[in-house]
T-cell receptor, first 110, second 116 residues
Framework: TQLLEQSPQFLSIQEGENLTVYCNSS?????LQWYRQEPGEGPVLLVT?????EVKKLKRLTFQFGDARKDSSLHITAAQPGDTGLYLC??????????FGTGTRLTIIP | EPEVTQTPSHQVTQMGQEVILRCVPI?????FYWYRQILGQKVEFLVS????????KSEIFDDQFSVERPDGSNFTLKIRSTKLEDSAMYFC??????????????FGPGTRLTVL
């Protein structure tokens, strides 16, 4: 069974600070997606990383896929209140289903 | 921008009743999925569907569940006899290609199912 653990589970920081959240597994994934989910809504895709060591940037968000394709990180620079939300990682293991992580609930304090 | 839509947004039913959750995937997508999320828990895969048949299903997707693509646009999830533990958010997703690492699954807004 493939499992994805995200850390921290909760993170509360001041506006303007930097932060990193992690997504770890003992399994290898063919690709990994990061989603953001608002309460009562569906996950919204932010980025997909495919190649080991790959880095993708989305404005102030930087996503990295581990060299061994077992882990990933999301770094936010100069966090803003609009970044508040639940961040989910989800891995694809070569078949069709996504395995979702446990989520990191991020709160940015103005 | 194309998006996945789901109806209803909220469904309340009595235990033992049948429910049908509806989804309209993105029009040029070929692969369709159902996931569920019990309150406070992870999003869990239920089933994937391609070329008018189930291609993969989880252990959650037992004989009480079925999926169908009755026409060229809708994709439905039926629960024949609902149980209290079926209460959850149900998300439909679609993707253009088989998940080979460079494709993406797009999710609908979800249907909140409450079984009383």
């Amino acid at each position: 069974t493939q499992l994805l653990e995200q850390s921290p589970q909760f993170l509360s920081i001041q506006e303007g600070e930097n932060l990193t959240v992690y997504c770890n597994s003992s399994s290898v994934f063919s690709s990994l997606q990061w989603y953001r989910q608002e309460p009562g809504e569906g996950p919204v895709l932010l980025v997909t990383v495919v190649t080991g060591g790959e880095v993708k940037k989305l404005k102030r968000l930087t996503f990295q896929f581990g060299d061994a394709r077992k882990d990933s990180s999301l770094h936010i620079t100069a966090a803003q209140p609009g970044d508040t939300g639940l961040y989910l990682c989800a891995g694809a293991g070569g078949n069709e289903k996504l395995t979702f992580g446990t989520g990191t609930r991020l709160t940015i304090i103005p | 921008e194309p998006e996945v839509t789901q109806t209803p947004s909220h469904q309340v039913t009595q235990m033992g009743q049948e429910v049908i959750l509806r989804c309209v995937p993105i029009s040029n997508h070929l692969y369709f999925y159902w996931y569920r999320q019990i309150l406070g828990q992870k999003v869990e895969f239920l089933v994937s569907f391609y070329n008018n048949e189930i291609s993969e299903k989880s252990e959650i997707f037992d004989d009480q569940f079925s999926v169908e693509r009755p026409d060229g646009s809708n994709f439905t999830l039926k629960i024949r006899s609902t149980k209290l533990e079926d209460s959850a958010m149900y998300f439909c997703a679609s993707s253009r290609y088989l998940w080979t690492g460079d494709n993406e699954q797009f999710f609908g807004p979800g249907t909140r199912l409450t079984v009383l």
